[in-house]
């Protein structure tokens, strides 16, 4: 066993994991946040993805202890700390961006971590494009995906003072 520290959602964790274990199997059965879902476990469908210092991974790829003294974002962390909805989950609601919904967590994840890093990218349809397709989702198509993302895009931008496109 080794010991691994990490903030998950704000909350620091501890835990005795075996090195093999993966980071999304730590998330859901030590941390007992269960919205990072696992589809593939090969890192194909993107259902895992959450956020490690900011940058958008497939968990079941990662093993726990490469994540010694990291900050994660679940799904479960995405709304803000008082329980307002996050812009994304807004706009997926608003653009019925979901059926089933087991792909939602892995959408929501991978988008925000774009958008977070660069809110302006919802201009470019191609670079919207190929950031959503990095993830699969077998019940909506991706056209109300991307709806709900541009949407989310165009409130971050307000937010942050840029100029939208018309």
């Known amino acids: 066993m080794t010991t691994v520290h990490l903030t998950v959602n704000g909350r620091p964790y501890e835990l005795d994991v075996e090195p093999r274990r993966t ?13 990072t879902h696992l589809g ?3 890192g194909v469908c993107g259902a895992c993805t959450v956020l490690v210092d900011g940058t958008a991974v497939r968990s079941c790829l990662m093993f726990a202890v490469q994540c010694e003294g990291a900050r994660i974002r679940t799904v479960e962390g995405l709304a ?8 994304l989950q807004d706009a997926f609601s608003a653009e019925h961006a979901l059926q089933c919904g087991f792909c939602t967590p892995g959408f929501l994840m991978l988008a925000a971590g774009a958008l977070e890093s ?7 349809d191609e670079r919207l494009r190929e950031l959503l397709t990095s993830n699969l989702c077998r019940c909506t198509g991706y056209e109300a995906i991307r709806r ?11 937010d942050t003072g840029a100029t939208t496109r018309s």
């Open 148 to 158: 709900a993302v541009e949407a989310a895009g165009q409130v971050s931008m307000r």
């Open 40 to 42: 593939c476990e090969h």
């Open 23 to 35: 980071l999304a199997d730590a998330l859901r059965e030590d941390c007992g946040l269960t919205g």
């Open 118 to 124: 660069d809110p302006e990218m919802v201009r470019d």
């Open 80 to 87: 803000a700390d008082d329980g307002t909805a996050h812009p």
